[in-house]
């Protein structure tokens, strides 16, 4: 499993009055962008926004991190070599497949294998 990208989780209420500064801060257009059950996400440099209610976002706010990956089914061998446990997934997204991951030491990490 090779990491492809990290990007920052940004939880906001308000997807288009959160992207105009982070276009201006990155000089990037919005990658991708799709609605998750109550939840509305978009992809803009090395960002991912997550918008919604702070009811909709309270299932979302544990995961600290997105890592997209070249391979979600090098996972497993991650979390026998270095511990760890899947909270959720895999699972198939509007992107292709994801998981979320609990660390020793109590980081969450969701990874994201993209499909074409």
């Given at each position: 499993?090779?990491?492809?990208?990290?990007?920052?989780?940004l939880?906001?209420?308000?997807l288009?009055?959160?992207?105009?500064?982070l276009?201006d801060?990155?000089?990037?257009?919005?990658?991708?962008?799709?609605?998750?059950?109550?939840?509305?996400?978009?992809g803009?440099?090395?960002?991912?926004?997550?918008?919604?209610?702070?009811e909709?976002?309270?299932?979302?706010?544990?995961?600290?991190?997105?890592?997209?990956?070249?391979?979600?089914?090098?996972?497993?061998?991650?979390?026998?070599?270095r511990?760890?446990?899947?909270v959720?997934?895999?699972?198939?997204?509007?992107?292709?497949?994801?998981?979320?991951?609990?660390?020793?030491?109590?980081?969450v990490?969701?990874?994201?294998?993209?499909?074409a």
């Amino acid at each position: 499993m090779k990491v492809l990208a990290t990007l920052a989780r940004l939880y906001v209420d308000d997807l288009d009055r959160a992207l105009p500064a982070l276009r201006d801060l990155t000089g990037r257009e919005v990658g991708k962008r799709f609605g998750y059950g109550d939840v509305e996400v978009a992809g803009i440099g090395g960002f991912l926004l997550v918008a919604g209610t702070e009811e909709a976002l309270a299932p979302f706010r544990d995961v600290q991190s997105t890592v997209l990956v070249d391979d979600l089914d090098g996972l497993r061998a991650l979390l026998d070599a270095r511990g760890g446990e899947i909270v959720s997934g895999p699972n198939r997204v509007p992107t292709g497949r994801n998981a979320v991951v609990r660390h020793p030491g109590g980081v969450v990490i969701e990874y994201v294998e993209h499909t074409a």
